[in-house]
């Protein structure tokens, strides 16, 4: 029999972790995640199911046994005992199932995982970065942080949360490592065998663990340490200072450091002799990264093509058949019905996302009211056929390419699309769409968005004061230009903003500074999705500076602002940063209370979500207070009206049948339509 994997989620730790982060919680991504490690035999949750009632639906849909835990007192979770009993009761009666997977944050696990390794059994355990207790973390044969299970991170979010001591320390394992290898003569070696190299030498490494959600990402940091090289699609790394034979330099890539033309992957034999010469395999490996990465940011790598076409399909016909008749939620929960008894396993978390995809293009049409899943949608009046409507959502893709700042490269984006790279007249067909749209504009054979310069966004009203700051801040003299220290410049300040605000602030806004010329000047691999994830992460630290440091909460408004207008859920920057969108909104909304110089009753920013900070200022007993917050609610709404629609729904979730949250989750809804 098969290898079999047994998991357990402590959801009200979770849950609760997940509200405050990210206003919600979605199980879809972190199943997805799990999958590829084998067949899940057992697949419990553990909560009180009366006050979780909203993920009953998706829980559901994802095969997932409910284990009802009744609360005795508020926020006492009893969840902890029940759950190292069955984990020992299925390891003890069923012998097939070889790894125990325990999703919580809780150290209280640690004595469990140590007596499942006692059992031989392999043990993973995934948890929030910020919440999970060390012990928990040492306890585990493998431990991977919640953040980047949920793909809510991307290559470098979480980097400044991590100590340099646990970065120097992954190093030095690195290098351990790798003259294991060498001492076997085993190099360069695979980058996968390099893995269970290292987990053999210390259990606890995961790459997450220092700020990646990819190993390859992580290798790519350390390029100061290893040489990097790509045979066949597969990357093989050796030390810095390793000289390949001539069959390794003839038949491998190495990374585009070395040849300091930044193409990327690059051929050593080829590098200066093709530089003005089409881009090598190498090259074209990297772009393909790049677009995989955007594919994953907008949440369609959970989504096969086939169910992806069928879904769009169905969609089309029951608006085109009833227009108006259904809100998105009705439609989509018949939708749902029909697949089960159909015997097709889609949750309504998986139909969303493909909604989502015809949403960003504007392909539904919401007669004037606010667009929202609680209202009656009609497809838009452009639409005049199932094809075009299917084109349309799957435009969004390839508008996020050009969006990023990337060459079109059409075989490489119709093989990720469509799974065969030789149907390039479809996405012919979609650019064209996009340019009929007003979308894009092409010049001279090339695509680019709609602006008076190279930076499209430079007169956007909500970015002046971050564009004022890049514009005047000056450059030493003796500083390298381009993107690599760009990207240097960034690490720095992702380090520092723990510790420094200011000193963090300057360092993103240099990045800043020269990755907008590097963009400008036409640098290859200079991008705008770069430049927005620069500019988005100075206003983030920059708000921090005025408002924790100065108590300068008026002037941190506008970089608060500029930070939401960059971070669009429609947007592959949203999942990138998708973890400092909580925090920065319940600052935002709780520097009302410090510029009026109110404590008393100052919510704590641990505690609370930003939907229950916004029902506290809008009812409380000081009306200045309450219009503060007004004005600065209309003014997100006016940048951000998504994140606002957002907060309007979870505060109707979370006490739908109180008066006053009702009130304020219209009154956010009434701005939105203002």
Known sequence: ?????????????????????????????????????????????????????????????????????????????????????????????????????????????????????????????????????????????????????????????????????????????????????GQRNELPVLAAKLKQTLLLLDGRFTESAVGHSQFKSWLEHNTDLLTLFVKGQQIYVAPREFIPSSEWATHLWSLGHNSGNGRGLVSREEAGATAHSELGPAAKFSLRQQYNQIFTRLKMTSVDFATRRDVLRDIYRELSGRPGERTTDDLLDELCDRYETQGLIRSKTTLRQIWQMGFRQRAFDYHEQVASVHVPVWLDSAIDSEASFVQRAESGFVYAVINAGLEVDKPELALILLNDGEHTDYIDNLLADLVRRGLLLELEGRYVLPGHSSVPFAEDPALQPIIYDIESVPLPENMPQGIEKARSLSKTAMLQRSQDFAASAR????????????????????????????????????????????????????????????????????????????????????????????????????????????VRAATHDAQELCSLWYSMSNSLAEVNPGLVRRVANQIRLNRGDSPAYAQVADTLEQMLMQ
Request: with cysteine.
């Open 507 to 614: 360092s993103y806004l240099m990045a800043c500074r020269l990755q907008w010329d590097a963009v400008e000047a036409g640098e290859p691999g200079a991008t705008l999705e770069d430049l927005r994830w620069y500019m988005a992460s100075y206003a983030s630290v920059r708000a921090g500076e005025l408002s924790q440091i100065h108590r300068d909460y008026a002037h941190s408004r506008p970089y608060y602002l500029a930070f939401f207008s960059l971070v669009q859920e429609d947007d592959p920057l949203w999942s990138r940063m998708r973890g400092l969108i909580n925090p920065m909104l319940s600052y935002y909304w709780v520097n009302a209370w410090r510029e009026l110089g109110l404590n008393a009753g100052n919510p704590s920013l641990s505690a609370t979500t930003p939907a229950e900070i916004a």
């Open 1 to 181: 029999m098969s290898a079999q994997i047994a998991v357990f989620i402590d959801f009200e730790n979770i849950a609760l972790w997940a509200e405050q982060e990210f206003l919600d919680f979605e199980l879809t991504p972190l199943m997805a995640s799990l999958a590829h490690r084998g067949a899940i035999a057992i697949l419990r949750a553990y909560g009180d199911w009366s006050r979780f009632a909203r993920y009953r639906e998706d829980l559901m849909n994802n095969a997932v046994d409910l284990i009802q835990i009744f609360s005795i007192r508020a926020g006492k979770n009893r969840a902890d005992i029940r759950m190292a009993l069955d984990a020992l009761e299925t390891a003890i009666q069923h012998p097939q199932v070889d790894t125990f997977v325990i999703i919580s944050g809780d150290s209280d696990f640690g004595p469990l995982m140590a007596k499942l390794r006692e059992y031989g059994k392999y043990t993973l355990g995934i948890g929030p970065r910020d919440v999970t207790h060390p012990l928990l973390v040492r306890a585990c044969d493998e431990f991977i942080y919640l953040e980047t299970a949920l793909g809510e991170v991307g290559d470098e979010e979480s980097l400044g949360e991590v100590s340099a001591a646990e970065i120097g320390g992954a190093r030095e394992l690195l290098l351990k490592a790798l003259r294991l290898h």
